[in-house]
Structure formats: structure tokens, C-alpha cells
């Protein structure tokens, strides 16, 4: 079981690094020539509107859109080195950094990002992993860690939240297991492992919008699609966990 802990530093303000607009650009063929084998249908003229490059010189792995609150639908987030960004983005296609997370442990890597919001306050909340395999939940209205969950042993690649169940997490792992997490009380409900399970790093899963099934894919070159039906009894256990 997880433990509840603080680690990590929230930033306010912008970040530092070169931003820009760049020149327009046209959807290529694969050789880098404009493929004009279908110019009828292939809308012209697709143009780049702004660049931005983060100054940590290191490589982005995550990048997750808000989609969960209809509310900060103009918020994305960014994960890369031990750093986790906030932007805004605004209709004219200009971006500002709302918020910097970055992790105390210069050594943690983070892969992947998921959003979510807080069901007591709708406080929007960001889901941040990677690395050292520990999964930390940001508050971003109070501008903290909230919450952290371990359990995985080996780095994270992938975490969506539940579409309706806004407390539910899944993680994928490169220790070959999927994890679903009750977020609000850092529960681990299931591992999804063993003689069905994948035989590799899990990369990627997502949850069907049914809410009753996710799917996961992996180094093992394995598509599974799991049923989340058997868990419900542990789910609203887990809620009431103390």
C-alpha cells in the first residue's frame, strides 16, 4: 500500500529558454516532398504557429492536452527531465508557462503525464511519472504534491485516469505490470499481472469509454484488452479506505 507523502517544489511564473514563431510549413511525403498525389482532398497551407523549447536541453517525453475539466480545456502539460510544465493556450496560438513542478531528486526522469481534477474542491490535478517509478499526484490550485504512490518496481511509461471516476489511475510499468491506483486514498486496487499478462515493459494503455475496460500495449508486441467488471467491489473499498 502507498503512503501518503510531500516531495518536490512548485513553481510559479515563466520559464526561462528560446520561444518563437517559425516559418509556415506543408504536409510532406516521406521522402521530405510535398506529396501532391491528392491535392484535391489534403488541405494546403498547414502552418506552424509557435515553437517553444524548453531550457532543461533534455528530452520531452510526455505531453498530455486537459481534457477532463471542460473548465482548463486551454491547459496542457509537458514532462521532461524532473520537470513537469503547465501551459496555457490561448485561440491566437500564443502559449504561456503557467506552472513548473520540479522533483528534488535530480535523478527522477518523468515520462508521462495524466489529468484529472479533485472531486471535493475541482481542483484540477496532474499526475506526473517516470524514471524511479513513483507516481505523484500536483495540486495545481495549491501548487504541491498531494499525494504519492509507489508500488511499480521499475520506471513508469504510461498513466491515464478513469473518464468517469475521476480518482481512479492506471499505470503501466517497464516491470511488465499495470497498476490501478484509488487516488484519493492511495490505494492500489489491482495488479494486472502474471501468467495473462504482458511479458515485457508495458508502453501505452488507455480506458475504453465504457469505463469498464482499458487496453495495453507493450515491448512484448502484445495488444490485451482487460475487464475492469471484477474489480468493482475492490474499487468502492478502496474509496473508503482510511
Not at 99 to 128: G, H, I, K, M
Not at 183 to 204: I, K
Request: include cysteine.
Amino acid at each position: 500500500m502507498a503512503k501518503k507523502r510531500r516531495r518536490g517544489q512548485g513553481v510559479q511564473g515563466p520559464l526561462s529558454g528560446n520561444s518563437g514563431v517559425d516559418n509556415p510549413g506543408e504536409c510532406q511525403g516521406g521522402d521530405g516532398s510535398a506529396d501532391l498525389s491528392d491535392a484535391t482532398s489534403v488541405p494546403r497551407g498547414y502552418q506552424l504557429v509557435r515553437r517553444i523549447k524548453e531550457d532543461h536541453g533534455q528530452v520531452l517525453f510526455g505531453l498530455s492536452i486537459n481534457l477532463y475539466d471542460e473548465r482548463r480545456h486551454n491547459l496542457f502539460a509537458t514532462t521532461g527531465a524532473n520537470r513537469a510544465t503547465v501551459y496555457e493556450l490561448f485561440p491566437d496560438g500564443n502559449i504561456e508557462v503557467r506552472q513548473v513542478y520540479v522533483d528534488e531528486d535530480r535523478s527522477e526522469s518523468y515520462f508521462c503525464c495524466a489529468w484529472s481534477v479533485e472531486p471535493n474542491t475541482d481542483d484540477a490535478l496532474l499526475a506526473v511519472a517516470g524514471q524511479l517509478g513513483i507516481i505523484r499526484i500536483i495540486n495545481l490550485m495549491e501548487q504541491r504534491v498531494t499525494r504519492t504512490l509507489m508500488g511499480h518496481g521499475n520506471s513508469i511509461n504510461d498513466l491515464r485516469f478513469h473518464p468517469y471516476q475521476p480518482t481512479l489511475l492506471l499505470s503501466a510499468s517497464k516491470d511488465e505490470s499495470i497498476r490501478l491506483w484509488a487516488v484519493d486514498s492511495c490505494v492500489c486496487v489491482a495488479v494486472f499481472t502474471g501468467d495473462s499478462g504482458h511479458r515485457g515493459e508495458v508502453l501505452s494503455l488507455d480506458f475504453h469509454l465504457d469505463g469498464d475496460r482499458f487496453v495495453s500495449a507493450g515491448m512484448d508486441n502484445a495488444i490485451k484488452v482487460w475487464s475492469l467488471k471484477q474489480c468493482k467491489a475492490a474499487i468502492e473499498k478502496a474509496h473508503t479506505f482510511d
